[in-house]
C-alpha cells in the first residue's frame, strides 16, 4: 500500500492532501489567517472561574475565552503552577527540571474555585481548536510530541503505546528511555518507535528537550496571552505522525515550502530525502494528478460509493447523518436481504474514509439498508471498524441496531472540512442573465491581439475550460496555428477544469497573470474596429 503527501501552497494557505494507492483519504487546509492549533502552548489570563460548571474561561487572545475544565489540570498542576511562577519572577534559571522539587498532585475531586483566581496567569496547551460557536479547549497536562516519543513534563513515568503488543520490544524501549530520557521528564513512547535504535530515539528526544528550553525562554520574557510554544505546522505534523517505509513521495509546489520540509526531513530522518520533490509544472500540482476532480467528487452532499450505492452526508449543529442508499444496484443479488448486505459492505467501507477524510467528529449516526440477519449487520459493523483502524482520531462504535443504525462518536480537535462543490453559474455569475456565451471566443481573439500587438508580449499561455482548449487546438489547421501565422508568435494554450466555460486567463513567461481588460471594453474595442472596417 502507497502513501503520498501533496501540498499546493496558495494565497490563503496549505492545500494538504494524503493519497493512498492514488485514493484521497485525507485532506486538510492549513490557513495563513490561523493562530491556532492543536498543542500549541500559551501564557493565558484567567477571565471567569466557573463554580457551576467546575471550570475557568481563559484570555489566550482569541475572540472567544478558551474553555479550562478542573478534569483537563493534570495531575502535576501544582508542579506545572510553581515552575512557571518561579519563571517568571526569574527565582528559576534554567530549563532543566534536574534539581526541580516537585510540589505534589493535584486532588482528583476538587473544585475550579479553589486553584483558580482572577487575573492568575496559566502556562495552557490548546487540545481542541475553535468549533462553531465554542472557543478552543485548553488542558494544563502539558506535553511535547516528537517522532517516536512524547515528552511529559514534571513526571518519570515511561509509557508504551498499546499497540507495541510484543513484551520484549516493550522492555526493550522502557530500558532505552531509561536511560536517555533526562531527570524529572515523563516519556510516552509512540507505536512509530518500534524497532528504532537508540541514536533514533535519542535525536527525538534531543529535539524535545530543545523546544522544552525554547518554552523556558520565551515564558521569562512572557507577557499574557503570549504563544510561548507553537506546535509543527500541519504539514510538518503528518509528516512526522506518518512518515514511514510505506510513503512514496511528499510533492510541494512552492520553493518556500519544499527548503522548510527539505530541513525538517534532514533533522527527522535524512534516509527519506529523496522522496520530497518540488513540482514545477504549469500546471497546478492538483490538477496534475487529478486531485481536483476527487475533491469536487468526494465533498459534495451525494458520494457514489464505487461498485454501487451512493450516500448522501448532512451536517447539523449536534450530529452528522449519514445516510446509505442502494441507487441502481438493487437487483443484482437474489433477494432482499443478499442486496442489503452487498450494499451496505460497500457503503461501510466509504463511510469509514468519509469520516477520515472531511474530520468529521462528535456523534455520527449512519443509516444503512435494513438487514435482517444479526450475522449481516455484524459483518457491516466489522467492515466499517477494520477500516477506521488506521485512524489517529479515537473513536467508539456500538453494535447495529436492528433499524439499520451505526452510531459512531469520533475525537473532534478541530472544525470538519467542507468543501463548497457546487459552483457560480459559468455564465451569469449567479445574476440569472448572461451575455451571449459565443462571444467569448471573440473576447479571447482580442485579448490575444492586444497582448501580442498592441503591447507586444511573447511567450504568453492562455488557460481555459477544456471545451474551448478543444475548440482552438483541434484540425488540421487549429485556431491556435491560425494565431502563429498572423502574429509570428505562439500562444500555449492550456486545460484548467477549475475555470467556467466562459473564463479564460493569461499567464506572461514568469507564470504572473496578466490583468485583461473588463469583457465589455474588449467588446467594445471589437465593435469599434468592425465600425472602422466598414468607414474604410
Not at 134 to 143: E, N
Not at 402 to 418: H, S, W, Y
Amino acid at each position: 500500500m502507497s502513501n503520498e503527501l501533496v501540498i499546493n501552497s496558495t494565497q490563503e494557505g496549505e492545500r494538504i492532501a494524503l493519497l493512498q494507492d492514488k485514493r484521497l483519504i485525507e485532506y486538510h487546509f492549513d490557513r495563513n489567517d490561523t493562530n491556532y492549533s492543536v498543542g500549541d502552548i500559551f501564557l493565558g489570563t484567567v477571565k471567569k472561574v466557573m463554580p457551576g460548571l467546575n471550570a475557568a474561561f481563559i484570555d489566550i487572545g482569541y475572540q472567544k475565552d478558551a474553555f479550562l475544565h478542573y478534569g483537563d489540570l493534570g495531575d502535576n498542576f501544582p508542579s506545572l503552577l510553581k515552575w512557571s511562577k518561579g519563571v517568571q519572577s526569574q527565582k528559576i534559571t534554567v530549563g532543566a527540571l534536574k534539581n526541580f522539587q516537585f510540589d505534589g498532585q493535584l486532588d482528583k475531586v476538587g473544585k475550579a474555585a479553589d486553584v483558580f483566581k482572577k487575573g492568575q496567569q496559566l502556562l495552557v496547551q490548546i487540545v481542541k481548536e475553535p468549533i462553531s460557536t465554542k472557543g478552543p479547549r485548553l488542558s494544563m497536562d502539558i506535553s511535547m510530541a516528537g517522532r517516536y516519543l512524547v515528552l511529559v513534563p514534571f513526571s518519570n513515568t515511561i509509557s508504551v503505546s498499546k499497540k507495541i503488543v510484543s513484551k520484549t520490544e516493550r522492555e526493550r524501549l522502557k530500558r532505552l528511555i531509561a536511560s536517555i530520557k533526562p531527570d524529572n521528564f515523563g516519556v510516552i513512547i509512540r507505536t512509530v518507535a518500534e524497532g528504532r535504535e537508540v541514536a533514533e530515539l535519542d535525536r527525538d528526544m534531543q529535539s524535545m528537550t530543545a523546544n522544552w528550553e525554547q518554552l523556558f525562554q520565551a515564558l521569562r520574557a512572557g507577557k499574557p496571552n503570549d504563544k510561548v510554544l507553537g506546535e509543527l505546522g500541519r504539514t510538518s505534523s503528518m509528516i512526522r505522525d506518518m512518515l514511514n517505509e510505506s510513503f512514496d513521495s511528499i510533492t510541494v509546489d512552492s520553493a518556500p515550502m519544499y527548503e522548510e520540509m527539505r530541513s525538517y526531513l534532514q533533522k527527522i530522518a535524512p534516509d527519506r530525502l529523496g522522496l520530497l520533490k518540488l513540482h514545477t509544472g504549469k500546471v497546478k500540482v492538483f490538477e496534475h494528478i487529478g486531485l481536483e476532480k476527487q475533491l469536487k467528487t468526494l465533498f459534495g452532499k451525494t458520494v457514489t460509493v464505487p461498485g454501487g450505492g451512493y450516500l448522501v452526508i448532512e451536517h447539523t449543529e449536534a450530529l452528522h447523518v449519514i445516510d446509505v442508499n442502494s441507487g441502481n444496484k438493487s437487483n443484482q443479488e437474489s433477494d432482499q436481504e443478499a442486496t442489503a448486505l452487498m450494499i451496505n459492505m460497500l457503503a461501510a467501507k466509504e463511510v469509514a474514509r468519509q469520516l477520515r477524510l472531511r474530520d468529521m467528529g462528535g456523534i455520527i449516526v449512519v443509516d444503512f439498508i435494513d438487514m435482517k440477519s444479526a450475522d449481516s449487520r455484524k459483518k457491516v459493523e466489522d467492515a466499517v471498524k477494520d477500516v477506521m483502524k488506521n485512524d489517529k482520531a479515537r473513536f467508539t462504535i456500538l453494535p447495529i441496531t436492528k433499524f439499520g443504525l451505526l452510531q459512531i462518536t469520533r475525537q473532534r480537535v478541530r472544525p470538519a472540512e467542507n468543501i463548497v462543490t457546487g459552483e457560480v453559474c459559468p455564465t451569469c455569475g449567479g445574476t440569472g442573465k448572461i451575455s451571449a456565451s459565443i462571444l467569448v471566443t471573440d473576447e479571447i481573439d482580442n485579448s490575444i491581439e492586444d497582448l501580442l500587438v498592441t503591447q507586444n508580449q511573447s511567450g504568453i499561455t492562455l488557460y481555459v475550460h477544456p471545451f474551448l482548449h478543444a475548440y482552438y487546438t483541434k484540425g488540421l489547421v487549429s485556431k491556435q496555428m491560425k494565431w502563429y501565422l498572423k502574429y509570428y508568435k505562439w500562444v500555449k494554450i492550456m486545460k484548467d477544469t477549475s475555470l467556467g466555460l466562459t473564463d479564460y486567463r493569461i499567464e506572461d513567461e514568469r507564470g504572473e497573470e496578466i490583468e485583461l481588460h473588463s469583457p465589455a471594453a474588449a467588446m467594445s474595442r471589437l465593435q469599434d474596429r468592425e465600425v472602422e472596417e466598414i468607414i474604410d
